[in-house]
């Protein structure tokens, strides 16, 4: 089954404790990002990567930190969470960047975080 | 102003009416794409657009990039149609999409 899995689902942590959010996908997707979601907000994009090793920023990178040592895997990394981090936050992948026909987007199912 | 807006931001209606949702865009696109959030909170694509309309279902998405304006419609609506339904559009020469604030809906029995 064609799927885009994340890790935590729900997490509460502290200001400051550093913490990984996993993302895999199991399609060969080349395009992969991160988007965070808050209320009246909407989506926003944190950071994407185009293929392994080509990772740039989007809209809202301040706080994180992104890898893609593998075409399967893109953790999102939070070093020091600050209570402004808590959101709700989607990993998504494509086959690639979101402009050829078919090129659906497959999102992961959310991960909940709290900084307290 | 937002690049991409959406109408109405909430809706409700009864089971069976016809459901239109709009989106409007002000920049350059390649491509569209309408999503559906369920109140779990996943999200799962419904229609990719570049030009024209595609039907799934009751489902059926137009898109006129004159106008620069797309909708989203569903016939014979269902209380399992209620949903946020988010457009999300592509920028010509950027690698990411930029998403409307959503539109809740809400189908009563």
């Known amino acids: 089954e064609a799927q885009v899995t994340q890790n935590p689902r729900y997490l509460i942590t502290v200001t400051g404790k550093k913490l990984t959010v996993t993302c895999s996908q199991n399609?060969?997707?080349?395009?992969m990002s991160w988007y965070r979601q808050d209320p009246g907000l909407g989506l926003r994009q944190i950071y994407y990567?185009?293929?392994?090793?080509?990772?740039d920023k989007g809209d809202v990178p301040e706080g994180y930190k992104v890898s893609r040592k593998e075409k399967r895997n893109f953790p999102l990394i939070l070093e020091s969470p600050s209570p402004n981090q808590t959101s709700l936050y989607f990993c998504?992948?494509?086959?690639?960047?979101?402009?050829?026909?078919?090129?659906?987007?497959?999102f992961g199912e959310g991960s909940w975080l709290t900084v307290v | 102003k937002n690049e991409v807006e959406q109408s109405p931001q909430n809706l409700t209606a009864q089971e069976g009416e016809f459901i239109t949702i709009n989106c409007s865009y002000s920049?350059?696109?390649?491509?569209l794409h309408w999503l559906q959030q369920h109140p779990g909170g996943g999200i799962v694509s419904l229609f990719m657009?570049?030009?024209g309309k595609k039907k799934h279902g009751r489902l059926i998405a137009t898109i006129n990039i004159q106008e620069k304006h797309s909708s989203l419609h569903i016939t014979a609506s269902h209380p399992r149609d209620s949903a946020v339904y988010i457009c999300?559009?592509?920028?010509?020469?950027?690698?990411?999409?930029?998403f409307g604030q959503g539109t809740r809906l809400t189908i009563n029995p």
């Open positions: 998504a992948s494509s086959p690639q960047a979101f402009t050829s026909s078919g090129n659906t987007i497959y």
């Open positions: 657009l570049s030009s």
């Open positions: 999300a559009v592509k920028i010509q020469g950027a690698q990411k999409l930029v």
């Open positions: 920049v350059g696109i390649s491509a």
């Open positions: 990567s185009m293929n392994v090793e080509v990772t």
């Open positions: 399609m060969n997707h080349e395009y």
